[in-house]
């Protein structure tokens, strides 16, 4: 099923339905990061190219058009389609995950199974979006409705290129809105093929349209662009405040999910091999490079010495090598850029004082492979402790009380996640009510649910994905009042 040489179909712009050279002619490659090779070249879209695009968006929202005039049910329907196209192409969509972005082949079908979920979770909301009747004062009779905002820009990264889509693409087609997106650079090649997908659905000419290209060029067209009504970006805080800025430009709405150094709370009286087994998850999940990995590992001081040693055994244990081979665990990181700032991470933390247990250093002779690292006697005031890195470094940290830790886990500018790990229930509740995050764990990490919201406090994030609320960031309220007849 696995293909590590899967059929390259679709490389140019989607607009209007139709697949198309940019403007300017220009390509960029996409690169396989298990070799630093090219795989093939990308068409390179700019704001010549967005603008068509949101022509083409607002086009197809005008009140005339084929897309207002859909039934609500309708768009569900066509979700509902794409989902089980996705399901179809389910081998294919893998392969080229796997490809362009060098997650492990197994690893890639659970993105496109969470995908397929996701799709269907939404397309369940295109017909259950209701306004309200309000008791309003005086002769009137006032009502909400629920409208899509129109126009939407979305961003989205090169980490989970698929899942990111369809968080994005769910939402907005199920309010009724139309789209304009852009892949990261690194990873066109699933949002191209889910283009084809879209088509062949049946989503009318203008609903979806895709332009791959870089943040300056493409990004920053989509974030200025005055007919663009909301703008949805997840990545780096850096970028999000470059997107919140360009958004400012005609105030249009904004949804961020950026990045995370999430505290995981280990507490004493838990089993050390299974919470070892937990934090490692936690951390080395797509090498590391997830914005919720728990990165930071805090462990009680009782612990500390049997926990450090379990999680090295752990990660000498992962197995790192070629993402299409049914033994790999571990693949490599996204691209040159993203190996080197990882290792010069890893420079800093042993300079600054940090135990390196294990791990470190580059894997093989080509591609961007990195060893699963582990480091002890981490303290707040280091850079690995203070700073995103977003690659397979685990960073372990001792505590005494529950009151100090908390206190550690809140000091610093991110809260996208956290989690504590505890038999005893008012540990865990104390933790929960008091951690500044807007996703905590409970004996358990990474567990993200299609139906419930999911986003950040702090510099982690506006706004909200999945769940009810990431329908609501698509949705515009309106007000109606109309004054009735008097008594007769």
């Known amino acids: 099923m696995a293909n590590s040489n899967p059929e390259i179909k679709y490389t140019q712009i989607f607009i209007n339905n139709e697949f198309v050279d940019a403007v300017s002619g ?74 362009d972005n060098g997650k492990p082949y197994i690893n890639a079908v659970y993105s496109v199974h969470g995908s397929v979920a996701s799709l269907r979770y939404f397309a369940g909301w295109a017909d259950k979006i209701t306004g309200e009747t309000v008791p309003s004062d005086g002769p009137h009779l006032t009502y909400t ?37 852009k892949p990261a650079e690194q990873t066109p090649l699933t949002a191209l093929y889910m283009c084809s997908l879209a088509k062949e659905a049946g989503f009318p000419p203008g609903v979806i349209n895709v332009v791959p290209g870089f943040g300056p060029t493409a990004g920053n067209a989509i ?69 919720i990995a728990a990165s930071r590992t805090f462990v009680q001081e009782e612990i500390y010495d049997a926990f450090v040693q379990k999680a090295i055994e752990l990660a000498k244990g992962r197995k790192v090598g070629n993402p ?96 504590i790990l505890t038999k005893n229930l008012n540990n865990a509740l104390t933790f929960s009510n008091a951690v500044e ?13 299609i139906q419930a919201p999911f986003g950040g406090y702090k510099q982690s994030g506006v706004g909200r994905e999945m769940g009810k609320e990431g329908l609501e960031e698509y949705l515009e309220t309106k007000t109606v009042s109309i004054k009735l007849p008097a008594k007769v």
């Open 26 to 99: 220009k390509v960029f490659p996409t690169v396989n990061p298990s070799t630093g090779q090219k795989i093939v070249d990308i068409a390179e879209g700019d704001k010549a190219d967005v603008d068509l695009a949101v022509e083409a968006a607002k086009t197809a929202f005008q009140r005339s058009g084929k897309w207002r005039q859909t039934d609500a049910s309708a768009r569900g329907k066509l979700l509902y389609k794409l989902a089980d196209l996705v399901e179809r192409d389910l081998h294919q969509l893998a392969s080229l995950e796997s490809l």
């Open 145 to 181: 409705r629920k409208e899509p905002y129109g126009v939407v820009g979305q961003i989205i990264p090169w980490n989970y290129p698929l899942p990111m889509l369809v968080w994005k693409w769910g939402p907005a087609i199920a309010a009724g809105c139309t789209i304009v997106m």
């Open 223 to 291: 974030t200025v662009h005055p007919d663009i009504r909301k703008v949805a970006f997840t990545g780096s805080v850096e970028v999000g405040k470059v997107v919140m800025a360009g958004a400012a430009s005609n105030l249009k709405k904004v949804s961020l999910e950026l990045g995370g150094k999430s505290p995981l709370v280990i507490c004493n009286d838990v089993d050390v091999d299974e919470a070892a087994q937990i934090a490692y998850n936690g951390v080395f999940e797509n090498m590391g490079q997830v914005c």
């Open 324 to 419: 299409f081979s049914q033994e790999t665990q571990h693949g490599p990181q996204i691209d040159e850029t993203q190996f080197k700032k990882i290792l010069g991470y890893i420079e800093i933390g042993k300079k600054e004082g940090a135990k390196l247990e294990t791990g470190g250093v580059r894997v093989g002779e080509e591609g961007y492979f990195i060893e699963p690292t582990v480091f002890s006697n981490v303290t707040d005031d280091m850079t690995i402790a203070r700073e995103e890195i977003f690659g397979p470094v685990q960073s372990i940290f001792k505590f005494k009380t529950l009151d100090e830790v908390i206190e550690r886990a809140n000091a610093t500018n991110f809260g996208l996640a956290a989690g």
């Open 437 to 449: 995050a807007g996703a905590v764990w409970v004996n358990t990490y990474m567990a993200l649910a």
